[in-house]
T-cell receptor, first 110, second 113 residues
Framework: KQEVTQIPAALSVPEGENLVLNCSFT??????LQWFRQDPGKGLTSLLL?????REQTSGRLNASLDKSSGRSTLYIAASQPGDSATYLC?????????FGDGTTLTVKP | EPEVTQTPSHQVTQMGQEVILRCVPI?????FYWYRQILGQKVEFLVS????????KSEIFDDQFSVERPDGSNFTLKIRSTKLEDSAMYFC???????????FGDGTRLSIL
C-alpha cells in the first residue's frame, strides 16, 4: 500500500528566503507526482506535475524534482513571499489512485 | 481560466439520510474524481470516473457511495444512509487526460448530525 510522508509538517521562514519541502513515498511504481497548494477553507490548486519519466518541472519560482528510485520529491520555492503561505501537499498516482501526504504548512513572515 | 465548481458549499444532513453532492468539471476534461478530507486528516481518494464508468475506487468507496454523470456537464456523488463519520470536506476534480494535472473544486463541506 502506497504511503506518502511530507517533512517538515510546518515551516516558518522570513520573506525572501529560499526553501525546500520534502515528500517521500514507499512504492516507486508511480505514474506521476503532483504538488498542490491548499489555502484554508479552499480546494487544492495544482502547482506542478512530474511524470514518472521526468526528473524535474519548473514554474516561475517553483521547481519540483523527482527521484523515483529513492521514492523522493522536493519542492523548491525561491525568494519566498508572504503570499506563499499555505499548506503544500504532494500526491502520487499509481494504478489510477492518488495518495496524498499530510502536507507542509508554510508561513512566510514579512 | 476554467474551473471546477461544486455545489452546495455546505450541506447539513441528518444521519441516515441520502445526500447528493454536485460538481461541474472543466468542460473539455475527460477524467473525473472525488476525494474527501476529514477535518485534520489527509486528502483521501474515493473514486475516478472515465467514459461513463468507474475506473478505480478506494476501499472507502463501498456500496454506500455511487457516482453518476447524468448529463454532459454534471458529475455527482451520492451517499446513501449517511453516518456521522461521513462528515468531511468532499472535493471533486477533473483532468483532460489521466496523466495531466487534476484541477480541484473548492469542495462541499458535509456535516452529518
Amino acid at each position: 500500500k502506497q504511503e506518502v510522508t511530507q517533512i517538515p509538517a510546518a515551516l516558518s521562514v522570513p520573506e525572501g528566503e529560499n526553501l525546500v519541502l520534502n515528500c517521500s513515498f514507499t512504492d516507486s511504481a508511480i505514474y506521476n507526482l503532483q504538488w498542490f497548494r491548499q489555502d484554508p477553507g479552499k480546494g487544492l490548486t495544482s502547482l506542478l506535475l512530474i511524470q514518472s519519466s521526468q526528473r524535474e518541472q519548473t514554474s516561475g519560482r517553483l521547481n519540483a524534482s523527482l527521484d523515483k528510485s529513492s521514492g523522493r520529491s522536493t519542492l523548491y520555492i525561491a525568494a519566498s513571499q508572504p503570499g506563499d503561505s499555505a499548506t503544500y501537499l504532494c500526491a502520487v498516482t499509481n494504478a489510477g489512485k492518488s495518495t496524498f501526504g499530510d502536507g507542509t504548512t508554510l508561513t512566510v513572515k514579512p | 481560466e476554467p474551473e471546477v465548481t461544486q455545489t452546495p458549499s455546505h450541506q447539513v444532513t441528518q444521519m441516515g439520510q441520502e445526500v447528493i453532492l454536485r460538481c461541474v468539471p472543466i468542460s473539455n476534461h475527460l477524467y473525473f474524481y472525488w476525494y474527501r478530507q476529514i477535518l485534520g486528516q489527509k486528502v483521501e481518494f474515493l473514486v475516478s470516473f472515465y467514459n461513463n464508468e468507474i475506473s478505480e475506487k478506494s476501499e472507502i468507496f463501498d456500496d454506500q457511495f455511487s457516482v453518476e454523470r447524468p448529463d454532459g456537464s454534471n458529475f455527482t456523488l451520492k451517499i446513501r444512509s449517511t453516518k456521522l463519520e461521513d462528515s468531511a470536506m468532499y472535493f471533486c476534480a477533473s483532468s483532460w487526460q489521466s496523466n495531466q494535472p487534476q484541477h480541484f473544486g473548492d469542495g462541499t463541506r458535509l456535516s452529518i448530525l
